[in-house]
């Protein structure tokens, strides 16, 4: 209990520091409140994986330009080319470029993201690294919310077995302010 106070301190002091330094440097910092949807990667042989993601972003803003930072949770159910099952959860990190229209309705964005995770099946236990990169739209339904779209190639590494393809999320996303 005392360690999860600890970083919750630590995270604490640190968007508070990143909000400074980024209006120092003449950025506008905004939190993005979260957002999950639905992902799938497809190989275009036997394997694919289906599951499920959900993430936090910090987001910072300089005259439609916008850089973040992205924290994002999967559960993947993964079939590897061999045909072996596992279930994975995974922790991501992703960084992401982009910027709106010049009406605010749409968000386009680049991104690269890896990470590490950890699974089960076929009676064995696996560790799972993930990376991967591609582009994204937000189309904006609300002023804070949004319905999002991705696409791009994802690899996960298990049981020293690759499994690779393109990606597609879709889902939606609430922003704290826009």
């Known amino acids: 209990m005392l360690q999860m106070k600890k970083?919750?301190?630590?995270?604490?002091?640190?968007i508070a520091g990143m909000n400074i330094s980024a209006q120092e440097s003449g950025f506008t910092f905004r939190p993005f409140f979260g957002?999950?949807?639905?992902?799938g990667v497809i190989t275009g042989?036997?394997?694919?994986?289906?599951?499920?993601?959900?993430?936090?972003?910090?987001?910072?803003?300089?005259?439609?330009?916008?850089?973040g930072g992205h924290i994002i949770g999967r559960?993947?159910?993964?079939?590897?080319n061999s045909?072996?099952?596992?279930?994975a959860g995974s922790i991501l990190g992703k960084l992401s470029l982009g910027g709106f229209s010049s009406n605010n309705?749409?968000?386009?964005?680049?991104?690269?993201?890896?990470?590490?995770?950890f699974g089960g099946g076929n009676g064995t236990t696996s560790?799972?690294?993930?990376?991967?990169?591609?582009?994204?739209?937000?189309?904006?339904?609300?002023?804070?919310?949004s319905v999002y779209f991705e696409v791009g190639y994802l690899q996960h590494f298990m049981n020293n077995e690759l499994l690779?393809?393109?990606?597609?999320?879709?889902?939606?996303?609430?922003f704290i302010t826009r």
């Open 127 to 145: 560790s799972n690294l993930i990376f991967g990169g591609g582009g994204g739209i937000d189309f904006f339904f609300h002023r804070y919310g």
């Open 83 to 87: 045909g072996d099952s596992f279930g």
């Open 164 to 174: 690779g393809g393109v990606s597609i999320t879709i889902g939606t996303r609430g």
């Open 105 to 117: 309705l749409i968000r386009s964005y680049s991104f690269l993201e890896g990470g590490i995770g």
């Open 45 to 67: 042989i036997d394997g694919h994986t289906f599951g499920g993601v959900g993430e936090y972003a910090f987001l910072f803003f300089d005259n439609g330009l916008q850089m």
């Open 75 to 80: 559960g993947d159910l993964i079939t590897t």
């Open 35 to 39: 957002g999950g949807g639905f992902s």
């Open 7 to 14: 970083i919750v301190i630590v995270l604490i002091f640190a």
